[in-house]
């Protein structure tokens, strides 16, 4: 059994009915609002989730349910927190329109995503992007359409209804953590910019120099982020995990064709048209490719080419702008908490 609450006016009607399952929420949300919810709202809150029950029920009445649902949530773009991972089935309906876009991409201008969680719940999918002159420094939301039918997983900003998710990061799967965005190199060092959350470092030798001739190549990393908080207030992040293959966000400019013995080979442009090289792959993979889009591949660097085992359909054109607006910050984490009945 699952609890849910996303109004101040679901939880005083919890608290009346069950106040052990009001009290065992809070405790959970509570959990996870740090750097969320201001400090001295979260030390109240903290402060009466600890209570005995009857001592909980006489003081939550007086909680600061304003500032925990997030009507005075901290900015939307407050890097020191992370947005939970959703996971679920991913539908995408194309629509019967086509059109060009910008740099002879293909639009379908009545793409609708769709997102429907194990307990039944469905959300419409977007970009998280306001405008185009972000493309450079991120992956955009619906590049999550390559991997349509299956299931994956998410981050995201709710709109003000709780309706539609905007798409931070993905990965497909039902994966705990992961990192996407775009390869940034810095000298020696490489690092993922990751929407919502910052710059990742990466820390395994093997990835660092596969990827440190990449910069701006778009990537998913399954596996954990490391934070770590900075004198300064800050949080860094690491990816620490060594990686046999990944997914990388390339275009093929034209079809494979036979290589060796089951695999093909074709030229792709990745890293917003700075990376051109080959990649092989086997021939039942390179069934989905649609030349000319926007496409995941899962595989590595090996000797200048992309030795890949796997291929997506497209992933859309880059440019596609959020057409709704984001609720407030702390909504889209607590939409997602699911605690357990403490019975």
Known sequence: ?????????????????????????????????????????????????????????????????????????????????????????????????????????????????????????????????????????????????????????????????GKVLRVTEFAPGTVKDFVSGRVVVEGSEVKVRARGRGLVDITDPDLKAQLVGHHNLGVIFEGPVSEKEQPDGRITRTFDRKLDEYWLLVKFTEAPTASSAGKVRGPIEAATSTTMTEVELPSDAAQVIEVGDRMYVRGRFENGDIVATKATSSAGSPWTEATHARGAAMRSVIEFIDPADAV
């Open 1 to 161: 059994m699952t609890i849910r609450v996303t109004t101040p006016q679901a939880f005083v009607a919890l608290l009346k009915k069950d106040p052990k399952a009001a009290q065992a929420w809070l405790k959970e949300v509570a959990a996870h609002s740090e750097n969320i919810v201001p400090a001295a709202e979260l030390a109240t809150l903290q402060k009466v989730a600890s209570l005995g029950t009857d001592a909980f029920t006489k003081s939550a009445a007086a909680l600061p349910l304003d500032a925990l649902f997030g009507t005075t949530a901290v900015a939307e773009d407050d890097d020191k927190y992370d947005l939970p991972v959703v996971h679920g089935t991913l539908a995408v309906d194309r629509g019967a329109r086509v059109q060009q876009g910008d740099q002879g991409y293909r639009e379908w201008p009545d793409l609708k995503l769709t997102l429907t969680t194990e307990d039944g719940r469905s959300f419409g999918l977007e970009s998280d992007h306001e405008a185009h002159n972000t493309i450079f420094g991120y992956v955009p939301g619906t590049d999550v359409m390559a991997f349509a039918g299956q299931q994956v997983s998410v981050r995201g900003h709710l709109d003000a209804s």
